[in-house]
């Protein structure tokens, strides 16, 4: 089932667990807002549902006394309802509990059998053990559409994993911002649609509780747009290091970086009979041959440089990045060059953004796991560079703690060479002076955008030709941009 975000202008800070947690104590009136989010969730389901026999799965917690709410909610509105404790409430779904009238079922198997409509409240985002037994039993006989409050039971609101066993939503309702697992997979599958709800926090609880972790889109970062006075050279210059072997990636790398806007981008070749070539592929892109690093230090305007498309993961790879990041320079590592210094992470050190995949992460800094906020956290401190670990789920991570998690990338963006771009992408950013987070974060975005309207059936080759078409689009949104002048 494909995931969608169910509110266009949703609000980019994600709250953990916890954080959610806090923002109810700070808001206080909890049971003014179990009534707000239960009501909620009967809104969502009479909008989306036509009416059925409806079973409630009550938990004992704050996710079950939403589900009383909706319970009363939707039987006031003529619906067949039932509720299914799995136990007692307590704290504030006492209250709830008390004011339910109608019938009670036993919570168990048999039980779902005869619901048109299953409403899962039993266990909210900060569940932290396995879901099994009976709660697991009987969440995976159901056949009727499953609207979950808050999470899915058994999905992770902190990092989208499943403790044990969760059940496939048809529609997620959760309030006042998303959490982690809203967007991280298997959680942001299983939630279905997700629709965010606003119960009457106020925002002013964020400011307390500072959140680090946002969803990436146009209103964290601002791209650059070149005046009237800008020339080429302002625009920054990226190299690009290219390998005989496989050039077809630094290719891609290149055309992605000129239409992300760098003035200038050299291939840095290993032979006249390479440099001729890119020439011919990429003639607006300057070529260059000569020994490396000397011949690629030698013009000190060189700044940027995009090292790993391409490249086999050897000593020339690992000496390259050595001397460049001796030479002070912004690198932007992917591919061969995180693989030859797998194992040595510490070598990355200063390096401006790195963008893994999976596997090359574990190489660098160990297995993700189920965790890959935290992963990408802890490695970015680690190696004092912006991590961009790649998926479907992108997670951006800064060295400061700071964190997004990119969830715009179609699936059909899984395709060779559609990470060369992302790294000319992001190269291209960061040479016109946007800071690392930040242009990792916005190249993440324009590479899922480009996607998005490149269609299913794109290859790699199709991405640059879409870069425009999300600049185009991000100013129509009215984000700010960063005017660059000479």
């Known amino acids: 089932m494909s995931a969608m975000i169910s509110r266009a ?30 009501t909620a969730v009967a809104h969502a389901i009479r909008s989306r549902f036509r009416p059925a026999p409806v079973l409630v799965l009550a938990g004992p917690g704050h996710n079950g006394g939403d589900g009383y709410v909706a319970a009363r909610h939707l039987e006031r509105a003529g619906w067949d309802v039932a509720v299914a404790p799995l136990a007692p409430p307590g704290g504030d779904a ?38 099994d037994g009976l ?3 009987t969440l995976s006989v159901i056949r009727a559409p499953i609207v979950a409050v808050d999470v899915p039971s058994g999905v992770d609101g902190a990092t989208g994993a499943v403790h044990g066993f969760a059940p496939q939503a048809a529609l997620t309702v959760t309030f006042f911002r998303l959490k982690p697992g809203h967007l991280l997979l298997p959680g942001r599958d299983l939630c279905g649609e997700t629709l965010l709800a606003e119960i009457g926090l106020p925002e002013a609880v964020l400011e307390r509780i500072a959140p680090r972790t ?25 190299t690009i290091l290219s390998s005989d072997a496989m050039s077809g990636a630094a290719l891609l790398a290149a055309r992605g970086a000129r239409r992300a806007g760098a003035g200038l981008v050299t291939l840095a070749c290993e032979s006249g009979e390479a440099a001729r070539a890119h020439r011919m592929a990429e003639p607006g892109a300057l070529t260059l041959t000569g020994d490396w690093p000397e011949a690629l230090l030698e013009d000190g305007r060189r700044d940027v440089f995009c090292v790993g498309p391409g ?10 990045v050595a001397a460049l990041l001796a030479a002070g320079k912004r690198l932007v590592l992917d591919a061969g060059a995180l693989t030859a210094l797998a194992g040595h992470a510490d070598r990355l050190e200063g390096a401006a953004i790195m963008t893994p995949h999976s596997a090359e992460f574990a190489r660098l800094f160990g297995e993700v ?8 956290r802890r490695a970015a401190s680690q190696s004092g560079s912006v991590v961009l670990l790649k998926g479907s789920d992108t997670v951006v991570a800064a060295p400061d703690g700071r964190a997004t998690i990119n969830d715009n990338a179609p699936a059909w963006l899984a395709s060779g060479g559609t990470g060369d771009v992302l790294a000319g992408i992001a190269a291209a950013l ?50 700010a941009t960063t005017r660059r002048e000479a």
């Open 9 to 38: 202008a949703t609000p980019s800070e994600l709250l953990s667990p916890t954080e959610m947690a806090e923002a109810d104590r700070l808001a206080g009136n909890g049971p003014a807002l179990m009534e707000a989010a239960g």
């Open 94 to 131: 006492v209250g709830a509990a008390a004011r339910w009238r109608g019938p009670v079922r036993p919570f168990a198997p048999a039980s779902v059998a005869r619901a048109g409509l299953v409403v899962d409240a039993v266990f909210g985002a900060g569940l932290s053990r396995a879901v």
């Open 135 to 137: 709660v697991a039993e």
């Open 214 to 238: 946002f969803r990436n889109n146009p209103t964290l970062w601002q791209l650059p747009q070149p005046g009237a006075a800008t020339h080429k050279h302002a625009r920054g210059h990226v």
């Open 311 to 320: 490249l086999p993961p050897d000593a020339t790879t690992r000496g390259a």
């Open 369 to 376: 796991g189920n965790d890959r906020l935290g992963a990408a």
């Open 430 to 479: 960061l040479a016109q002076g946007m800071p690392s987070f930040e242009a990792a974060c916005a190249a993440a975005w324009l590479h899922g955008e480009a996607a998005r309207r490149a269609g299913p059936g794109m290859i790699a080759e199709d991405l640059p030709q879409q870069i425009h078409a999300t600049f185009l689009h991000v100013a129509a949104l009215g984000y």
